[in-house]
């Protein structure tokens, strides 16, 4: 079964700064999907950006970037010019190519981010 | 984009009574819908997948007769905490699959068990 890990339970970054937060999963599958979620105090979830295993071109949406290693199983979120509105839990998350149930999203147990004016 | 919303955004029910949950597709038709849960601080339990017209898939450990999923409609699907107890207050969550490889949450639902 897969699995995500994310062994930073909390983090904190100036305003302005960058951050990076760390995601491994493991899985024996060579094509997946991998997500970041953030879910702000109002608890929405808000997808951040998406990667395709197949493709080795990192994602990056504006300020949001990734660092997707294949090899290593590691898929590290980069946080650039950080703003207050950055302040929230990120949610790692892995998704089987394959359809029917196993198309569920499998997240880690997120990061706390702060971000401090 | 593709939006579910999700009623009620919280509630506060007697212990013993039931309690239903409803998640609309609003533009889209939610052939699948998966239904989460979150307990503070903490990430997001599955607890069950439901497709249109058919029986609920349940994760291991998950009571199927206290959490009744029913998935009608393209566009509905609700979860039912029926006999709620305190231990089953927490944040529900839904989330539908929009096509392709998305997905779209509803804004959860804080249920409190008093």
């Known amino acids: 079964a897969q699995t995500v890990t994310q062994s930073q339970p909390e983090m904190s970054v100036q305003e302005a700064e960058t951050v990076t937060l760390s995601c491994t999963y493991d899985t024996s599958e060579s094509d997946y999907y991998l997500f970041w979620y953030k879910q702000p105090p109002s608890r929405q979830m808000i997808l951040v950006i998406r990667?395709?295993?197949?493709?080795?071109q990192n994602a990056t949406e504006n300020r949001f970037s990734v660092n997707f290693q294949k090899a290593a199983k590691s898929f590290s979120l980069k946080i650039s010019d950080s703003q207050l509105g950055d302040a929230a839990m990120y949610f790692c998350a892995y998704r089987s190519p394959y359809g029917g149930a196993t198309n569920k999203l499998i997240f880690g147990t997120g990061t706390l981010l702060a971000v401090q004016p | 984009g593709a939006v579910v919303s999700q009623h009620p955004s919280w509630v506060i029910c007697k212990s013993g009574t039931s309690v239903k949950i409803e998640c609309r597709s609003l533009?889209?038709?939610?052939?699948?819908m998966f239904w989460y849960r979150q307990f503070p601080k903490q990430s997001l339990m599955l607890m069950a997948t439901s497709n249109e017209g058919s029986k609920a898939t349940y994760e291991q450990g998950v009571e199927k007769d206290k959490f009744l999923i029913n998935h009608a409609s393209l566009t509905l699907s609700t979860l039912t905490v029926t006999s709620a107890h305190p231990e089953d207050s927490s944040f529900y969550i839904c989330?539908?699959?929009?096509?392709?490889?998305?997905?779209?949450f509803g804004s959860g639902t804080r249920l409190t068990v008093v």
């Open positions: 990667q395709e295993a197949y493709k080795q």
């Open positions: 989330s539908a699959k929009t096509g392709g490889k998305g997905y779209t």
């Open positions: 533009d889209f038709q939610a052939t699948t």
